[in-house]
Each structure stands twice: as C-alpha cells, then as structure tokens.
C-alpha cells in the first residue's frame, strides 16, 4: 500500500518565524511531489511542486525533496496569520493518480 | 489554471436519497476526477471521469454507487446514490492542468454533503 505520512498537528510557530512541514512517503517510484493549502470550510489549493532533489523556491515558500530519504518538506519563512490552514503533501508515481497525506494543521500565532 | 464550479456547494441529505454534483470548467479539459475527503481523512480518488467512455473506479468505488457521466470536454457529473451517514463527505472535481510537472491537478470548490 502506498502511503504518504504527515504529522497532523497542529504545528504552532509565532508571527514571523519559519514553518517546517514534512512528509514522507513510501513508493520509491514517486514522481512528482506537491503541496497545496486547504483553509477551513474551502477546498486545496496547490501551492508548489517540486519532482527534482533540492530546493525549489518560491516567494515565501519553499519545497525540499530528498528522493534517497523519500521526505518532502515545506518552509513558509516570516509566517502570517493569514498562513494558518490544513497543508496537504501528495506524491504521484508520473500518472494522475496522486497518493495524498491526511495533512499538517499548521497555527500561526499573532 | 482552469476555473473549476461545482454545484451544489453545500446539501443536507436524507438517508436512502442519490444526490447528482456538476462539475463545469471554463475550458477543455482531457482528465477530469472525482475525490472524496471524509471528515479528518486525507483525499481518496473515486474515480477517472473519461470523455465518451466509462468512467474508471479505483478500489472500493463501483458504479453503482457512484455513477459518473462526462457529456463532454468541459463537464461531468458525479452521482452518489442511496446515501448513508458514511456518504458525508466532501466531494471534490478536479482537472489535469498541465503545467512543467505535467501532473498537476487543481480542484473545484467542492461539495459538502451531510447526510442525515
């Protein structure tokens, strides 16, 4: 059975200071990794992907994937209230079928 | 990416009834999906919503349950029939965008059904 881990949380980081989110996932023939935001009461939004080892940088955000430790994490640097939502990580093996985690309750505090 | 609008946003359902949700989309899309997402539970793929076919179910989704029709390139209907309080969920459309991970998926606003 394929998987994708998250800690459920809630993760709470003051205003201002860098959010770590992680994931790990078990299909070593994962593809394609994505993060995407999911506010109370609203469905995902993608924010990011990343299928390359490394860093990829966006704005305030940034992905990080380790293929060899099969892990993908999210830092929101200087997090805003605003930032407080469910993040769901989702791996794909290169089709459509994405494998997604129960997601990371992340709290930021004013 | 598209613009994704389903209806109805919201519904409370009786027991024993089927409920049909639209999913439209502001452009021609190849790959349309349907994804449930159970109270405190991760996204679980029901099925691929295919244009002219059959739609195809993943494990422990069947037709009969969960009938799917796509008229067309832009729209698609997901059925949930002879609901039960398991049925409460959030129903989600989403499409294929493309994009350089060529994968990427985007949803529609989703569904939120409380059956009673």
């Known amino acids: 059975q394929k998987e994708v881990e998250q800690n459920s949380g809630p993760l709470s980081v003051p205003e201002g200071a860098i959010a770590s989110l992680n994931c790990t996932y078990s299909?070593?023939?994962?593809?394609?990794f994505f993060w995407y935001r999911q506010y109370s009461g609203k469905s995902p939004e993608l924010i990011m992907f990343?299928?390359?080892?490394g860093d990829k940088e966006d704005g305030r955000f940034t992905a990080q994937l380790n293929k060899a430790s099969q892990y993908v994490s999210l830092l929101i640097r200087d997090s805003q209230p605003s930032d407080s939502a469910t993040y769901l990580c989702?791996?794909?093996?290169?089709?459509?079928?994405?494998?997604f985690g129960t997601g990371t309750r992340l709290k930021v505090l004013a | 990416s598209a613009v994704i609008s389903q209806k109805p946003s919201r519904d409370i359902c009786q027991r024993g009834t089927s409920l049909t949700i639209q999913c439209q989309v502001d452009?021609?899309?190849?790959?349309m999906f349907w994804y449930r997402q159970q109270p405190g539970q991760s996204l679980t793929l029901i099925a691929t919503?295919?244009?002219?076919?059959?739609?195809?179910?993943e494990s422990g989704f069947v037709i009969d349950k969960f009938p799917i029709s796509r008229p067309n390139l832009t729209f698609s209907t997901l059925t949930v029939s002879n609901m039960s309080p398991e049925d409460s969920s959030i129903y989600l459309c989403?499409?294929?965008?493309?994009?350089?991970?060529?994968?990427?998926?985007?949803f529609g606003e989703g569904s939120w059904l409380t059956v009673v």
């Open positions: 989403s499409v294929a965008g493309g994009g350089k991970a060529g994968n990427t998926i985007y």
């Open positions: 299909d070593r023939g994962s593809q394609s």
């Open positions: 990343i299928y390359s080892n």
């Open positions: 989702a791996v794909n093996g290169g089709t459509y079928k994405y494998i």
């Open positions: 452009s021609q899309v190849t790959m």
């Open positions: 919503a295919n244009q002219g076919s059959e739609a195809t179910y």
